[in-house]
């Protein structure tokens, strides 16, 4: 297989992306290592199924070179795993249940969160209620994507140049990447259901938080 610098043109691979600087990732060589290990894989079954080179992989598991964005969604997908785990991050139980009492509050710009899912996972799951007023001139654009769903009151969604009014029962499916507000109609707000997809660690910008604010 040719090395990443001499990959033809065409639709971009992980091989084919930029590496990040080394500064922009945690040292993640012997993460890279014992995952793929762990799969069962050779250097070169993992290499060729992430896209890369068996010599591109063996420079990252050595640490000469620190994967882009990417190559560790590809690499996640081979070894079965996460993001978060390719960086050692704390990894999530695997089969969650989040009981309604252990929903914890938050509240940071105006708006109140309830974590619904496991963190340390590519998918974040949440309990949103937005009051009139609140964070409704905010752009938001991060790669994703986002599912609402309404459960009370109603909920403006602006989507590039496209602003929807979305009632009980309503639900929007749409690529983060798509400048984005949300703004509450009436006055006693709106209640969502929220799933993005991320990358749950530093390299990621967070739509909905965690934001700095008082946990009540």
Excluded: K, N
């Excluded at 949440?126 to 994703?144: C, E, K, M, T, Y």
């Amino acid at each position: 297989m040719s090395s990443p610098d001499s990959a033809p043109h065409g639709p971009a691979r992980p091989s084919d992306a930029p590496a990040e600087p080394a500064e922009a990732l945690p040292a993640v060589a012997p993460q890279l290592r014992s995952l793929r290990r762990r799969a069962g894989l050779t250097l070169e079954a993992a290499a060729r199924a992430a896209g890369l080179s068996a010599a591109h992989l063996s420079r990252l598991e050595t640490g000469q070179r620190q994967p882009s964005l990417p190559m560790l969604l590809a690499l996640a997908r081979v070894y079965g795993t996460t993001v978060s785990e390719l960086l050692g991050e704390t990894v999530a139980e695997r089969d969650a249940v989040v009981r309604a009492a252990d929903m914890e509050p938050t509240r940071a710009g105006g708006w109140t969160y309830w974590q619904a899912g496991a963190s340390g996972r590519g998918m974040q799951a949440l309990r949103v209620h937005v009051p009139h007023g609140s964070q409704g001139d905010i752009v938001r654009v991060h790669p994703g994507e986002e599912w609402l769903h309404v459960l009370r009151g109603r909920l403006r969604l602006r989507l590039g140049d496209a602003a929807q009014l979305l009632g009980p029962g309503d639900s929007a499916h749409f690529d983060s990447l798509t400048p984005h507000r949300l703004a509450a109609e009436d006055p006693d707000g709106v209640d969502l259901l929220f799933v993005h997809t991320l990358l749950q660690s530093p390299t990621a910008t967070l739509c909905l938080g965690p934001i700095p604010g008082e946990t009540s």
